[in-house]
């Protein structure tokens, strides 16, 4: 089975910093293409930040651009998603999600195949 578990979620005051993390089960990490998503209370799921396969391309949705860093480690089959300057908007729970090999992340969630659990990240005032 291929499995993805993010960890690193929790509670942040506004402005500081948390890195999410997410690993992958199975040794073709490196053929996958990910991204990184989150969800909050009453919002449907968006897009964040994506990382093509084997890394190197990288891309953010405008909210996040210039304070979240997406990367990838293929040799620890990990991929992570560093987030500075939290703001209060930034609370959602976060997934991180696969798609078979492709040179670009893909916005939409349905372009998914598979999903991790998600951690919470709780940014507060």
């Known amino acids: 089975q291929v499995q993805l578990v993010e960890s690193g979620g929790g509670l942040v005051q506004v402005g500081g910093s948390l890195r999410l993390s997410c690993a992958v089960s199975g040794r073709t990490f490196s053929s996958y293409t990910m991204g990184w998503f989150r969800q909050a209370p009453g919002k449907e799921r968006e897009f964040v930040a994506g990382?093509?396969?084997?890394?190197?391309?990288?891309s953010y949705a405008d909210s996040v651009k210039g304070r979240f860093t997406i990367s990838r480690d293929n040799s620890k089959n990990s991929v992570y998603l560093e987030m500075n300057s939290l703001k209060a908007e930034d609370t959602a729970v976060y997934y991180c999600?696969?798609?078979?090999?492709?040179?670009?992340?893909?916005?939409?969630?349905?372009?998914?195949?598979?999903w991790g659990q998600g951690t919470e990240v709780t940014v507060s005032s």
């Open positions: 990382v093509a396969f084997k890394g190197g391309s990288t």
């Open positions: 999600a696969a798609v078979r090999m492709l040179l670009t992340a893909p916005t939409a969630k349905e372009h998914y195949a598979v």
